[in-house]
């Protein structure tokens, strides 16, 4: 069975497009549909790609926008506890 059609279905759907195409148009008929299949994955495939992309983007941008944030903090404290040793000192 191929996905929800099954053999049965298939030979019928080949037979009535003998019938309508012809045996000379079938090869003709094979080949463009085979040629849009592989055109439809390459771009699926290239999609997929700059989707994974951009979430990779976000996900580095993330992580360094936290690691800025905790540079920042860390930053923040060490003047804190230099302005408060100070204080103390004076």
Do not use: C, H, Y
Request: hydrophobic share 35%; glycine share 6%; no cysteine.
């Amino acid at each position: 069975m191929i996905g929800s059609i099954g053999w049965m279905e298939l030979a019928i759907i080949l037979i009535i497009a003998l019938l309508v195409v012809g045996p000379r148009g079938l090869p003709k008929l094979g080949r463009s549909i085979g040629k849009a299949l592989r055109e439809f994955k390459k771009e699926a495939s290239e999609l997929k790609e700059a989707v994974e992309f951009e979430i990779d983007e976000e996900d580095r941008k993330e992580k360094e926008e936290r690691r800025r944030k905790r540079r920042a903090k860390r930053e923040n404290t060490e003047k804190t506890e230099k302005s408060e040793q100070k204080a103390a000192a004076e």
